[in-house]
T-cell receptor, first 109, second 113 residues
Framework: DAKTTQPNSMESNEEEPVHLPCNHS???????IHWYRQLPSQGPEYVIHGLTSNVNNRMASLAIAEDRKSSTLILHRATLRDAAVYYCIPLGTGNMLTFGGGTRLMVKP | EPEVTQTPSHQVTQMGQEVILRCVPISNHLYFYWYRQILGQKVEFLVS????????KSEIFDDQFSVERPDGSNFTLKIRSTKLEDSAMYFC???????????FGDGTRLSIL
């Protein structure tokens, strides 16, 4: 499995953009980059995933570096509900998600 | 939006008893998973299931555990003889295809007494 490095925690103000970085320098060429989050006392929630190109959905945007060794999850306007632990997980043809420490995002009103 | 549903939300069982945790994955999904999270710890993979058979399992998923998809909608996790250390949140997940995201249920809190 590719090793990932994420900041332990980040802080944001409500309604401001948040950029959550992830380094995955050992990612293999066929691994997708998945992002999940876990809100307090809830199960993991799928956020977004991509392979090479930047991706957008209703929740977030994913910017993937050209060399694929890092990616950034972008929340365009953070809300209090976005306070959660965010996990960056490279995932290949194997099935299992391996959750690391993630980044705890705190959103201030 | 379709979602994964799990029942019960909380299960309390005596040590040594059998327990079955139930999940209804999203209807057109083909891959099914169980994960668990012991209080204060990381989410851990248990097993994946595709085409009516286990495709991967972790070291945690020993002979005491089994999974079944008895009909076209349910996906169950059975623990034959529960131990105190099986106390955890158990999450079911499903996904449509191997290159899509996994969608999780809200979990079942299993408490072993």
């Amino acid at each position: 499995d590719a090793k990932t490095t994420q900041p332990n925690s980040m802080e944001s103000n409500e309604e401001e953009p948040v950029h959550l970085p992830c380094n995955h320098s050992t990612i293999s060429g066929t691994d997708y980059i998945h992002w999940y989050r876990q809100l307090p006392s809830q199960g993991p929630e799928y956020v977004i995933h991509g392979l090479t190109s930047n991706v957008n959905n209703r929740m977030a945007s994913l910017a993937i570096a050209e060399d694929r060794k890092s990616s950034t999850l972008i929340l365009h306007r953070a809300t209090l509900r976005d306070a959660a632990v965010y996990y960056c997980i490279p995932l290949g043809t194997g099935n299992m998600l391996t959750f690391g420490g993630g980044t705890r995002l705190m959103v201030k009103p | 939006e379709p979602e994964v549903t799990q029942t019960p939300s909380h299960q309390v069982t005596q040590m040594g008893q059998e327990v079955i945790l139930r999940c209804v994955p999203i209807s057109n999904h083909l891959y099914f998973y169980w994960y668990r999270q012991i209080l204060g710890q990381k989410v851990e993979f248990l097993v994946s299931f595709y085409n009516n058979e286990i495709s991967e399992k972790s070291e945690i998923f020993d002979d005491q555990f089994s999974v079944e998809r008895p009909d076209g909608s349910n996906f169950t996790l059975k623990i034959r003889s529960t131990k105190l250390e099986d106390s955890a949140m158990y999450f079911c997940a499903s996904r449509m295809a191997w290159d899509r995201g996994q969608h999780f249920g809200d979990g079942t809190r299993l408490s072993i007494l």
